[in-house]
């Protein structure tokens, strides 16, 4: 019913995979040896982190797991409506990891299942439950919008089904709405807006207007800047919540913005809202007159291009930049850009370590995923590194504990691109609203 | 005699409706549950449209009150059917009064962007009123149904036993529908849907009879929003949404205008095509679109006209 | 509110009323002449701007996109008005109407996305209108400052072609009563024709006119649409007097409703439409009846 959109890796794909994958652990002490580098050299490898290479040598690779059934992942994520170049991009990041590792985990084929989940929760839902009771998914991953997370976030509960947010940052997933089923390889709203918060206070200007959308992620941005901004010595000076989901034309809102006269702005637009923003905001005259700060996705790679000059200097936090300097990026960045054609982004970054955090998950139970419970132990306890740093996910918020960049847009090399000018350490979301 | 056929063939779609649940696997008893939801809420709008004339676009209004109204009593006040069902009841016909009130001074395209108007409004609300409404997230968490007090009270926690209950609102629904359509009032609505001006030239209040209308439409939409929201445990801004209203326009068009059999059939093309066309191509849009263009063109009185004419050509 | 920030708000409110009014005159037309519900007018709009899109790549040159992107567009009305919406006159068929063009906007949604991708697309203005002038003492956006002219000129020139011409008259005509213009031996089918290809037209030109300010992305279409829908219904279906004042309207009320309320904008568009048809129930222009 679904072969004709399920992923499913060739014979010879596999044997090549399971030779290449024996190879390396037979070279295993000498890669663990050699660290982070040789490993990203040989990525088939990485598909099996030497120490549990070690522990159960024969394991993943050993014969009767060739008859093993396929893990079958399914994977919702929007592609119709305004949320379809996320899911698009973290679909590439990810299968372009599956392919890495050579289409296998724990000795069991991967094979994709793609559903849309469009932008209304129930008939996400309606999909999250074609893809566990029909298509007997092991695990799901994906989910692009909050809306929908808080929408499905009771079946996953209810059913004890493991999924895999990949995107959708609603703080209250990883606090007052959390359930052990639910982890998330992404972010949570809190994350980015944070450390920028006390940043934006010591470097920039002590007087702030926000500018948000108003809906969940709107009001996690607001409390986590002014938490920290606040701290830090900063008074908000106004919050400006505009239409969701349609914003329409933003010049009426950016005239009221300049016209309280504040020290910086500091704002969270996405897709199209980001990008019409920021051209207006250009257009009025204010690019390099008030500064613009905001959250990472409003001047990340997918909408950049579009935004044109009006984005230059525009400062932001983000869990990546594409210039972020360790060699994983370097590989993922190039191969991505041979694989699409476009720059990577964020969400490419968040479908890659996705796939890396399934893999190695699957790695660690040895394929068996029968016990929903020693799944998420495993995925509790894995680390690799990865285009952001090193990946690792923290038990008590159950999302990544992750550095935060500040980045700035600059002109490199006739492009515009983000470049870090400043890290702002390992943030970790406190999984309670004690700091916004 | 053709009479006696449509008992028996009544009969027999009830029997396997019952039995349904022991036939089909889980996902399809879900899939199920939501097509006798949405059955409702297009047979409520089918009084409207179908049997009164009046084109509503704002329908999602009573299906997200219904669902909001739910959600708010059953994660706080109680859980248990014989309270909230009636409340909500009683909050959409509530809602449909005061729409009613004012945009049934308006007919034709008018009515139906008024309509909208209201319901994108409560839409605006449910998004900005968070403290309330849970604003863009909704309101998560809402338990499984309860029926009865103390020992004799009994959750619906299993899928089967909602299907069931669900099942039972369905027929309470269709039979509720059936009999004022087949009243005298269901005669005068028809005949204002056919010449309002003849039926005002007859003495009747028709502006009295599309009110009733629009309130007992509204009440059944609402009740179907709140089935829906005890089924996903969660009321979205979405039920309130434009879309939502679309949505169940294109159930009833697609399925048949004016019958109440129609609607069922719409609702679960609608429901169910989306469904299976996305697992074989992500172009399932343009799947959908065709088959819309199809309808118009080749099924222009939908699945009830045409198996109205498989019907009649047979000798 | 200072007196400087109302007059720019003025202005941000006239932009967007001109965008509105060149997307609305269309859908006006269609439906007081032809009594079609379209809603596939907003994905004519998001496929003017992508065509607009690919012209500016091609030959560098706005100009070139604003004339040829309406031109292929209006071509496209002409096969869906031939082949298919001709069957679908009549005021019994609206719902078929509601089915088909909603069919329509799916399936071109969804082209639209296969051709041009999910991103969001930015269209640069002319070059001629780059930069800004100063309104006390901000400063404006030239382009932007030109749509308001540009909306002018085009209501100017679809005021004398509807009022002023022969055709005109026979669509003034038409409006009020279709079957009186074909019992004149006018074949009714040929103007019907004719309009909804100027119908789909304004919505390409709207659609690259407002490219610049509001993006292309999937989506747009409906966004767009539904405004388009307020717009017509709150000035009255089939009067261009009626598609110039309600967009002024709802494009000033929404505009100083961002800047006063900006939470509850929305709201208040759909508060203004509801408001307008309660004293007016056939809107503002709007013949009694229609």
């Known amino acids: 019913m679904t072969h004709r959109k399920a992923t499913i890796f060739t014979r010879r794909q596999f044997l090549r995979t399971l030779g290449v994958t024996a190879g390396a652990l037979a070279a295993g002490p000498a890669l663990s040896a050699c660290g982070a580098t040789a490993l990203t050299a040989a990525p088939a490898a990485t598909a099996v982190p030497p120490t549990a290479a070690l522990t159960s040598v024969p394991a993943p690779t050993a014969v009767p797991t060739v008859a093993a059934p396929s893990l079958k992942i399914g994977v919702l994520l929007p592609y119709t409506d305004i949320y379809a170049a996320l899911g698009e991009n973290i679909t590439a990041g990810m299968e372009m990891y599956f392919e890495e590792a050579g289409g296998v985990a724990g000795g069991r084929t991967i094979k994709v299942i793609k559903e849309d989940e469009g932008t209304a929760p129930d008939k996400a839902l309606e999909k999250a439950r074609k893809l566990v009771e029909q298509d007997e998914v092991d695990f799901v991953t994906g989910i692009v919008s909050s809306g929908v997370l808080a929408g499905v976030r009771d079946y996953f509960d209810s059913n004890k089904k493991l999924l895999i947010c990949s995107n959708a940052g609603a703080n209250a997933l990883s606090r007052g709405a959390k359930t052990p089923y639910i982890w998330r390889t992404s972010f949570t709203n809190w994350q980015p807006n944070w450390p920028v918060g006390t940043w934006a206070a010591e470097n920039v200007g002590k007087k702030a207007y926000i500018s948000v959308p108003d809906y969940g992620a709107g009001a996690n941005t607001i409390t986590a800047f002014q938490n920290s901004f606040e701290a830090a010595g900063g008074t908000i000076i106004g919050v400006q919540k505009t239409p969701f989901p349609n914003m329409g034309d933003p010049a009426p809102f950016i005239t009221e913005l300049a016209a309280a006269n504040p020290e910086l702005v500091y704002c969270f637009y996405s897709g199209g809202a980001a990008v019409t923003f920021m051209k207006a905001w250009g257009e009025l005259g204010l690019a390099g007159q008030i500064p613009l700060m905001s959250s990472g996705f409003m001047v990340e790679e997918d909408v950049l291009p579009a935004e044109g000059d009006a984005a230059l200097g525009v400062r932001s936090g983000l869990h990546w930049a594409l210039s972020l300097d360790n060699a994983d990026n370097a590989k993922f960045t190039e191969a991505y850009k041979a694989r699409t054609g476009k720059d990577a982004n964020v969400f490419a970054v968040q479908g890659y370590d996705t796939g890396r955090a399934i893999v190695e998950m699957i790695n660690a139970v040895e394929g068996d995923t029968s016990d929903v419970d020693a799944l998420i132990d495993a995925l509790g306890g894995i680390s690799f590194p990865s285009p952001r740093g090193t990946f690792a996910l923290d038990a008590n918020s159950q999302a990544p504990k992750q550095h935060i960049y500040l980045r700035e847009v600059q002109n490199v090399g006739g492009a515009l691109h983000n470049v870090v000018i400043e890290d702002l350490g390992e943030i970790v979301d406190p999984g309670d609203d004690s700091k916004g | ?315 | 509110m200072s007196a400087s920030q109302f007059i720019f708000q003025l202005f941000n409110g006239l932009v967007f009323s001109m965008l509105l009014f060149i997307l609305a005159a269309g859908l006006s037309l269609i439906f007081g002449l032809m009594d079609v519900i379209n809603l596939s007018h907003g994905a004519f709009y998001l496929l003017g701007g992508y065509i607009g899109l690919t012209m500016v790549r091609q030959f560098d040159n706005f100009w070139i996109a604003l004339i040829v992107a309406p031109l292929i567009v209006s071509g496209l009305g002409l096969i869906v008005e031939y082949f298919f919406l001709r069957r679908l006159y009549g005021r019994h068929r609206h719902l078929d109407q509601v089915l088909f063009t909603f069919g329509l906007a799916l399936i071109a949604a969804d082209l639209i996305r296969w051709r041009w991708g999910a991103y969001v697309e930015s269209v640069p203005g002319p070059d001629e209108l780059k930069g800004a002038v100063v309104i006390f003492g901000a400063l404006f956006p030239r382009y932007r400052m030109s749509l308001i002219f540009f909306g002018l000129i085009i209501a100017a020139g679809l005021g004398l072609l509807i009022g002023r011409t022969r055709i005109g008259a026979i669509v003034r005509a038409g409006v009020s009563d279709a079957q009186m213009v074909s019992g004149l031996g006018i074949d009714i089918q040929k103007v019907f024709a004719g309009v909804f290809a100027l119908g789909t037209a304004l919505a390409a030109l709207a659609g690259v006119l407002g490219a610049p300010v509001l993006n292309l992305y999937p989506g747009l279409d409906l966004e767009i649409l539904i405004l388009a829908l307020v717009v017509v219904v709150v000035g009255g279906l089939g009067t261009l007097k009626g598609a110039f004042f309600g967009s002024l309207l709802i494009g000033l009320a929404n505009t100083f409703g961002k800047a006063l309320i900006p939470q509850f904008s929305m709201f208040l568009i759909f508060a203004v439409m509801a408001v307008v048809l309660l004293a007016r129930p056939s809107g503002l222009f709007g013949v009694k009846g229609n």
């Open chain 2, 1 to 315: 005699m053709a009479r006696h056929w449509k008992w028996a063939a009544l009969i027999v779609a009830i029997l396997a409706a019952i039995v349904y649940p022991y036939a089909v696997r889980s996902y399809f008893l879900s899939l199920a549950i939501e097509v006798l939801i949405y059955s409702i809420f297009a047979m409520s709008l089918d009084l409207l449209l179908g049997y009164t004339g009046l084109t509503s676009f704002g329908h999602a209004a009573f299906f997200g009150l219904g669902a909001y109204i739910l959600a708010y009593t059953a994660l706080g006040l109680t859980d248990n059917i014989l309270v909230t069902v009636p409340l909500v009841i009683i909050g959409a016909a509530l809602l449909a009064l005061i729409i009613g009130f004012f945009a049934l001074r308006t007919s034709g395209i008018y009515f139906l962007m008024v309509t909208m108007a209201f319901a994108q409004m409560l839409f605006s609300i449910a998004i900005s009123w968070s403290d309330v409404t849970g604003g863009s997230d909704g309101l998560a968490g809402v338990p499984r149904p309860v029926i009865g007090v103390g020992a004799w009270a009994y959750t619906f926690d299993s899928r089967e036993s909602y299907y069931y209950l669900v099942l039972a609102f369905f027929l309470l629904s269709w039979i509720a529908l059936r009999s004022i359509v087949g009243s005298p009032f269901g005669a005068a609505l028809r005949g204002i849907r056919d010449n309002e001006q003849r039926m005002r030239a007859l003495g009747y209040n028709t502006f009295r009879y599309k009110m009733a209308a629009f309130v007992i439409g509204g009440a059944f939409a609402g009740l179907a929003g709140a089935l829906l929201t005890h089924f996903t445990q969660h009321a979205a801004p979405e039920t309130l949404y434009w879309a939502t209203s679309g949505q169940v326009m294109i159930m009833l068009i697609v399925g048949g205008v004016g019958t109440l059999v129609g609607p069922m059939l719409g609702a679960a093309v609608i429901r169910l095509l989306p469904t299976f066309v996305s697992s074989y191509t992500e172009r399932w849009e343009i799947v959908l679109g065709l088959v819309f263009i199809l309808f118009v063109l080749f099924a222009p009185r939908g699945i009830v006209g045409l198996l109205r004419r498989a019907v009649e050509k047979r000798p």
